[in-house]
Nanobody, 123 residues
């Protein structure tokens, strides 16, 4: 059974850092592109970052580029999101997601999702 479980969320002050983890099971996830999304209260879910299965190529939303870093440890079936220089605008529920296809050379279509972890950044 496919399962993505996020952890590491919490309350931090503006300017602080937080590291999110996504523990994945049920697939050989090293062959899947993985991504992070977030949804703030009253807003639509938005893309944050992704890391490709091939060569660990990464891509970020402009709003987080330079502050967030996505990485993966295939031996642990875990994807990480290191978040630095956090601001209240980063407050949201953060979701881990996986591409619906393995060895996908094209754009990912995220078919697997975790339940989310709350990140709250105070002023």
């Amino acid at each position: 059974q496919v399962q993505l479980v996020e952890s590491g969320g919490g309350l931090v002050q503006a300017g602080g850092s937080l590291r999110l983890s996504c523990a994945a099971s049920g697939r050989t996830w090293s062959s899947y592109t993985m991504g992070w999304f977030r949804q703030a209260p009253g807003k639509e879910r938005e893309f944050v970052a992704r890391i490709k299965w091939s060569a660990d190529s990464t891509y970020y939303a402009d709003s987080v580029k330079g502050r967030f870093t996505i990485s993966r440890d295939n031996a642990k079936n875990t994807v990480y999101l290191q978040m630095n220089s956090l601001t209240p605008e980063d407050t949201a529920v953060y979701y881990c997601a996986a591409d619906s296809r393995s060895y996908n050379w094209g754009s990912p279509v995220y078919g697997y999702w975790g339940q989310g972890t709350q990140v709250t950044v105070s002023s």
